[in-house]
């Protein structure tokens, strides 16, 4: 009697590299989806074609459209993360006076901001663009916002201010890296070189040390 073929090995963890695959092809493809076309481009089937795979496993690994949105949104090598302002020990950050402390957490900031053009491109259409995405964007970012001011703020005098300063600061460096994707100075300041950035953050540094004085 002959015997029974042997069960193949190894088949769960090929699975799940498998799958692992698939959703990086699926984030890749609706990154590439928005800075080319907006949140307009982004439905199953252009997402599916691009990624060349079936759109059905948009559905099967992230339930739904939004779910997809969300796990790139929150992964940690898009939008600017905790660890991006915070670095690897935020003990240490948080032992520094609380102008210093800003002023590091800005500069860290820009930093991560200009080495990730894709989430340039995406806060573009993000201002023109008011959906169900862009609100999943915007609510990450608002809760990161939250858990700096709390964690690495406990003893701010006046986190209303703080709140409100941290706004016109973070705000202020973001239109700037938004701008110099295609305009190159601003305000005699060149925004396309290191130089440029120097200066940017350490003025916002220095208005961060006031604010917080």
Same mark, same amino acid.
């Given at each position: 009697m002959t015997d029974a073929p042997a069960a193949p090995e190894h088949t769960a963890p090929r699975q799940t590299r498998n799958r692992a695959q698939t959703e990086a092809k699926l984030r890749?493809?609706? +990154?590439?989806?928005?800075? +080319?076309?907006?949140?307009? @481009?982004?439905?199953?089937? @252009?997402?599916?074609?691009?990624?060349?795979?079936?759109?059905?496993?948009?559905?099967?690994?992230?339930n739904d459209l939004p779910g997809l949105i969300r796990s790139i949104t929150y992964a940690p090598d898009f939008f600017p993360t905790f660890e991006d302002w915070c670095g690897d020990d935020p003990s240490a950050l948080r032992a520094l006076p609380p102008g210093e402390r800003a002023a590091?957490?800005?500069?860290?900031?820009?930093? =991560?901001?200009? @080495?990730?053009?894709?989430?340039?491109?995406?806060?573009?259409? +993000?201002?023109?663009?008011?959906?169900?995405?862009?609100?999943?964007?915007?609510?990450?970012?608002?809760?990161?916002?939250?858990?700096?001011?709390? +964690?690495?703020?406990?003893?701010a005098t006046s986190p209303e201010l703080l709140s409100a300063a941290s706004a016109v600061l973070i =705000?202020?460096?973001?239109?700037?890296?938004?701008?110099?994707r295609k305009i190159r100075w601003f305000n005699g300041v060149d925004l396309a070189s290191d130089a440029g950035w120097r200066r940017l953050t350490a003025a916002a540094a220095a208005m961060a040390v006031a604010v917080t004085a």
């Open positions: 890749r493809a609706v +990154e590439n989806l928005l800075v +080319e076309g907006g949140f307009a @481009a982004l439905t199953p089937s @252009a997402i599916g074609r691009r990624a060349g795979v079936d759109k059905m496993l948009i559905y099967r690994y992230f590091v957490m800005l500069e860290r900031y820009a930093k =991560a901001l200009l @080495a990730k053009p894709v989430v340039l491109e995406l806060m573009v259409w +993000e201002l023109v663009e008011r959906n169900e995405l862009t609100a999943i964007m915007e609510e990450a970012r608002e809760t990161l916002g939250r858990r700096l001011t709390s +964690e690495m703020f406990p003893d =705000a202020g460096l973001t239109y700037l890296a938004l701008r110099g």
